[in-house]
């Protein structure tokens, strides 16, 4: 039986599933790169990699899925964080495709290099595979031209300088998973947070996206693990003028040093923060949640009301305290969080006029999904 293999590089992790038609084979992650990576596969034990970065993630990886699973491996199907202003859809990875991704790396240059590192890598041990590319920013592409552009002259934009949106797998997922379950709120104003290592979050009408805290990169909108979020330029500004930093250096600023990371001198890690006495992870509690409250609410003056908000990603799904926490500020909106459903992860945990749901996201069946459309054309 053929087999597909979905490789999802993000900037802290590594996830990786094999498939069989529709149903998952095999699944695992590398976690935690960049500090103490551990590889976690279903069903086994963790295995520590000590501090492993995405090469020796990736190769802990392809290691791992060979054992076990029966069958050639037909496709690898790659999450690429960036697809630029044009690409709407998944599509093959051919070398001029390739070519073209790799030069907007400095648009993410937290993942676009990882994810295309994982589709060199794979083309060499599976040659004869078909690599297919699904885009996060593709799900975004149909933003009304105010939510695409920046108040800039207009030659920027046409230039590429424009809001892109990231995440989109993600949304993608949730919305595919509203319309099965949720028809009628899948056709209304919906919010979906999307909190992780990175964190954004999408305002969508009837299915589509409308509007996205994030931008032109991947650093815009909330605080997140080590990137900055929502900053003024005039940081910047001064940051050169005044401290005489280069671009490399507030880009590693910016990327890698600041988020929750940053405020609190502790961790990136949610979980390592909510566990901690430290006054400074409160701290950085803190204006996460004020962050997250206040762009729920700029979401739902891009929709002009809100019908429903759904939490998913890694903090979204598992952090009871986060959502707590940011609910607590927005029963102006008609949020009325149920604290049991909440404390338990239950799907279903508010009540009122809008919904809100917790719904775990698959950005992998995603992958899955594309790269099976391309090997057989349905």
Not at 13 to 34: C, H, M, N, Y
Not at 108 to 133: E, I, K, M, S, Y
Not at 192 to 221: E, K, P, V, W, Y
Not at 361 to 370: F, L
Request: proline share 5%; charged share 20%.
């Amino acid at each position: 039986m053929s087999r597909i293999l979905t490789l999802n590089a993000g900037s802290s992790s590594l996830k990786f599933s094999v498939w069989a038609q529709d149903s998952r084979v095999q699944a695992g992650q590398v976690e935690r790169i960049g500090g103490d990576a551990r590889l976690l596969l279903d069903g086994s034990a963790p295995v520590a990699l000590g501090p492993a970065d995405h090469r020796a993630a990736l190769t802990a990886v392809l290691a791992a899925i060979g054992p076990g699973v029966d069958g050639p491996l037909a496709g690898v199907g790659h999450r690429i964080v960036h697809g630029g202003p044009d690409r709407a859809r998944p599509e093959v990875l051919t070398p001029e495709a390739i070519a073209d991704l790799a030069a907007l790396a400095p648009f993410a240059p937290l993942h676009q290099p990882h994810n295309l590192a994982c589709v060199a890598a794979a083309r060499t041990v599976f040659p004869d595979a078909l690599q297919v590319g699904a885009f996060d920013t593709a799900f975004h592409r149909g933003h009304p031209w105010v939510n695409d552009t920046f108040a800039l002259p207009r030659r920027f934009y046409e230039e590429g300088v424009r809001r892109y949106g990231f995440h989109g797998l993600s949304y993608d997922y949730i919305t595919g998973v509203l319309a099965r379950s949720e028809p009628d709120l899948a056709a209304g104003r919906v919010v979906i947070c999307h909190l992780g290592n990175g964190a954004s979050i999408c305002a969508l009408r009837d299915g589509q996206s409308i509007g996205s805290t994030m931008g032109f990169s991947a650093l815009d909108g909330l605080p997140m693990g080590t990137r900055c979020g929502q900053v003024d330029p005039g940081v910047l500004l001064f940051l050169m003028d005044q401290k005489g930093m280069t671009a490399e250096e507030i880009t590693a600023l910016l990327y890698r040093e600041s988020g929750l990371k940053g405020l609190s001198g502790i961790s990136s890690d949610m979980r390592t923060l909510e566990a901690s006495n430290d006054p400074r992870a409160a701290e950085a509690i803190d204006y996460y949640v004020f962050r997250l409250a206040r762009e729920i609410g700029a979401m739902a003056a891009v929709l002009g009301g809100l019908d429903g908000l759904v939490f998913t990603g890694g903090i979204g799904e598992n952090s009871a305290l986060i959502r707590a926490r940011a609910l607590e500020r927005l029963g102006f909106l008609g949020l009325t969080l149920d604290p049991a459903a909440n404390a338990a992860n239950a799907q279903e945990i508010g009540a009122g006029p809008a919904r809100i749901l917790r719904i775990e996201t698959d950005e992998e069946a995603v992958i899955a999904r594309a790269t099976r459309t391309a090997l057989t054309g349905a």
